[in-house]
């Protein structure tokens, strides 16, 4: 139990505390608008390229980037198509089936010699 001139002290240390609170809060200003972003031009040589094109009854969309072919979307007259990814980069390619997707994974070439 508290005597009464320590109810007292505390009381004052309580107000004091508060009254300091609301003095030391920041004078807020607005921040400055963001500038855009510089513009970028594209290079066309990083696009990809897509040629489709008919092979027997499938029809074929070839992708490729400066020239060099890295996928294939295989589509026969049945209409399930299924995709021909070089996931390695050495020209063999791999068949992946659209009824299980895999996860896209960010594969880009950063430099090359």
């Known amino acids: 139990m508290l005597s009464k001139n320590q ?18 809060q920041p004078v807020l200003e607005p921040l400055p608008e963001v ?19 008919k092979q027997g009854e499938d029809t074929v969309a070839e992708y490729r980037i400066q020239g060099k072919l890295y996928m294939m979307k295989v589509t026969p007259p049945h209409g399930v198509p299924y995709y021909l990814i070089d996931t390695k980069g050495d020209g063999s390619f791999s068949r992946i089936d659209n009824a299980a997707p ?12």
């Open 7 to 24: 109810g007292w002290a505390l009381a004052l240390m309580l107000c004091s505390g508060l009254a300091l609170a609301q003095a030391k």
């Open 35 to 53: 500038p855009p972003p510089p513009a970028m031009a594209m290079d066309p040589d990083l696009e990809p390229q897509v040629v489709i094109r």
């Open 102 to 113: 895999m996860p896209s994974v960010p594969m880009w070439v950063l430099h090359s010699w």
